[in-house]
């Protein structure tokens, strides 16, 4: 579980698809794994559904819960003032 977490903090928001087939765990077996995650607080899972070519994929869409990545480096844009 602890490679699925860091892959979520290095990588941010993905699909449970995605994270099976970078972490090489069977699908099945990653989704138990998020599931007990998910009940313990460690990450926020939420079920979705996309349409890719016309084909309806289903699946668990997953965050790290509380982790707020660093800011990229570079010009931000600011405010204007009035």
């Given at each position: 579980?602890q490679k699925?977490?860091?892959?979520?903090?290095?990588r941010?928001e993905?699909?449970?698809?995605?994270?099976?087939?970078?972490?090489?765990?069977?699908l099945?077996?990653?989704?138990?794994?998020?599931?007990e995650?998910?009940?313990?607080?460690?990450?926020?899972?939420?079920?979705?559904?996309?349409?890719i070519?016309g084909?309806?994929?289903?699946g668990?869409l997953c965050r790290?819960?509380?982790?707020i990545?660093?800011?990229s480096?570079?010009?931000?844009?600011?405010a204007?003032a009035?």
């Amino acid at each position: 579980m602890q490679k699925i977490h860091q892959y979520l903090k290095e990588r941010g928001e993905q699909l449970d698809s995605e994270i099976a087939a970078a972490t090489r765990i069977p699908l099945a077996d990653l989704r138990l794994h998020l599931t007990e995650m998910s009940k313990r607080g460690d990450i926020i899972v939420c079920h979705s559904t996309r349409f890719i070519k016309g084909k309806k994929t289903e699946g668990m869409l997953c965050r790290v819960s509380g982790y707020i990545p660093t800011a990229s480096p570079g010009r931000k844009p600011k405010a204007k003032a009035s």
